[in-house]
Each structure stands twice: as C-alpha cells, then as structure tokens.
C-alpha cells in the first residue's frame, strides 16, 4: 500500500503573513508598545516586502528573507535615499526589520546572516529647542491665552494641559491619557502622578500646587459631568479629547505671542527639562521624571544648556565682538 501523499501546507506567502501577525501581536501583547509604534512597524516592514516584490520580480516569502543578500538590503536603503526619506526614518524602518528577524530566529526559522553586516544611516545628532521660560510662561498663562475666542472652558482646559507638559515634562499623550480620578487635589500641597509612558514603563511626577490648581479650575468649570474612571481631559463633545485641538491652540499662540514655529506643545516638555537643568537640576533625576530609557537621550538637555551659555557669554563678555 502506497502512502498517501502529505498535506500541502500553506503557501509561503502566507506562511510570512501568519509570521507577520503573530509578531505584530507579539509586540502589543508582550512589549506592550504603543498602537502608534506598532502601525509604524507595519508600515516599515510594509515598504520593504513591497521593495522586495518589486526586486526580486515576485511576492516575497519566508525563503525570500532566508536568502537576503547585503546587495539586496543595500538597493532597499538607496531606493528609500532616493524617494527622499529622512535618515530618521530610513533608521527606524532598519530597526523594524530587525526586531521582525530577531522574532523569526526565536521561533526557528532560519533569516539571513546579512542584517548583520549592514549599518543605519548616520543621523545627525539633533538638540532639543525648547522656549525660553518667560515664553514658557506666556504660553501657560490663562488671561493672556483665552482672549474670548474658544468658551471658558475650553481656554481652562487648554491651560491645564500645557501647564502638565511644562510643570511635569509631559508628553501630550501621557496627559490627554488621564482619568479623573488621576487628577491631584488641589489643596496647595506637592501631590504626585503614576504616568504610563512608552513601553508601559511607569514613573511617578511630583505636581506642583499651580498645575493642581489649573485642573482644578478647569474641572469645575467644565460641563460635562463623569466618573473617576473616565477621561480627565474632554473635547467639547464630552469625549477624550485628542492631541489636535491641543496642536491648533499651540498655533495660535505661537502668532498671539511671536513665539517661533518650534513652539509646539513637546517644546514644553523640553521647557521643563532644560529649565531645570539650568536651576542646577541633576541629570540622574531629570531622566527619571522625563521616563527617559536612556541617560544619552537626557544629555542632550545639557548641550541645550551649554549653548545657552555661551550665547549669554557672546553677548555679554566685552572682548566678544
């Protein structure tokens, strides 16, 4: 008696698409990233299948990926030069690609050797350009910010969430990602925030009286009624509000106030880190109330502070002309 013949497994094109899900999952579920981190990953390793097909002259599957060559990968990287991506970009997609190959390796199935062998574009080293404090304070100033044009509450909310990324260094996502019951008292004591960052990493920010004060004022002002579970920060339909509205209101300020087209809702973040820093701030402390994975990620706060410096000394010493 003959045996019968095996079952035909999937295609391999589908065999690298159930691989690709199974990652994509691997890095909600596991690394718990971000869902604007994962997309972003999707679209990187997107780029480069559709490279692949397109070079290679047919789908690519899991073999494709085995037999990779450095001429391969560098015809990707001068394909993306020459479509006028940014180094930043192009860096990230090649960091995509090999988490996506670290993921394979762990479930055996064979990649090939020449990731390794190939480098990131060189980015250059950009520093951080945050305002100035009395731009800073400007910014976060209620009169000076609500001028009759949104409601009253509205101007109150704004200024509660821009004095949360200048009073705790903030990212917008972490603030607009407060409950109510995350909201301190405002009783004119230094209470502090548990914030989930990037990667779910939790850190703990000290809340000065002022920024407790600036939630409290908006909350009471504002119309829409909720529980401690919901969101502290609504739009004006009484749902979460997003990062735009938040962006729109920093574009209005910049022409209000002549503040510079950097002034964006981040620059208060790196308000917060270069301001304390220059009061003597210790690095150490200023990552950690930032939730900075990296030391190297903070210093660049300390060569903010250093052209400062000099800039002050350009203009000061009498020998500088």
């Known amino acids: 008696m003959t045996a019968a013949p095996a079952p035909a497994g999937p295609a391999p094109a589908a065999d690298l698409a159930a691989a690709l899900r199974a990652w994509l999952g691997r890095l909600a579920d596991e690394r718990q990233l971000s869902a604007h981190t994962i997309a972003a990953y999707r679209r990187d390793l997107g780029d480069f299948l559709g490279f692949l097909a397109e070079h290679r002259g047919a789908a690519p599957d899991l073999a494709t ?10 015809a990707w990287l001068a394909r993306r030069a020459g479509d006028g991506y940014a180094r930043t970009s192009t860096a990230r997609a090649l960091s995509a690609l090999r988490v996506f190959f670290r993921h394979l ?24 350009r945050p305002l100035s404090e009395g731009q800073a304070k400007a910014v976060v100033d209620l009169e000076r910010r609500s001028g009759g044009a949104p409601p009253d509450w509205v101007a109150r909310r704004d ?28 009783d004119g004591g230094l209470h502090s925030l548990m914030i989930t960052g990037k ?21 009471a002002a504002c119309p829409h009624s909720s529980g401690p579970g919901d969101p502290l920060f609504v739009g004006v339909r009484g ?3 997003q990062p735009r509205p938040v962006q729109q209101t920093m574009v209005r300020l910049r022409g209000a106030l002549g503040l510079p087209a950097s002034a964006t809702p981040h620059a208060l973040r790196h308000s917060f880190a270069t301001h304390l820093l220059g009061r003597g701030g210790d690095l150490r402390t200023i990552q950690e109330l930032l939730g900075h994975a990296s030391l190297s990620t903070t210093q660049r706060y300390t060569e903010v502070d250093e052209a400062g410096l000099m800039a002050a000394y350009s203009a000061a010493h009498p020998r500088a002309g």
């Open 199 to 219: 990667g779910r990493k939790q850190r703990l920010v000290p809340v000065l009286p002022v920024v407790a004060e600036a939630i409290a004022d908006y909350l």
């Open 65 to 74: 990926l085995a037999g990779l060559t450095v001429r391969d990968l560098r």
């Open 239 to 241: 749902r979460r509000l």
């Open 105 to 128: 390796e762990r479930e055996g199935v064979p990649v090939s050797a020449a990731l390794a062998l190939v480098r990131a574009p060189r980015i250059p080293r950009g520093v951080p």
């Open 159 to 186: 200024a509660a969430v821009l004095l949360l990324l200048y009073g705790c260094g903030l990212r917008i996502g972490e603030a607009l990602s407060l409950d109510r019951g995350d909201a301190p008292p405002a």
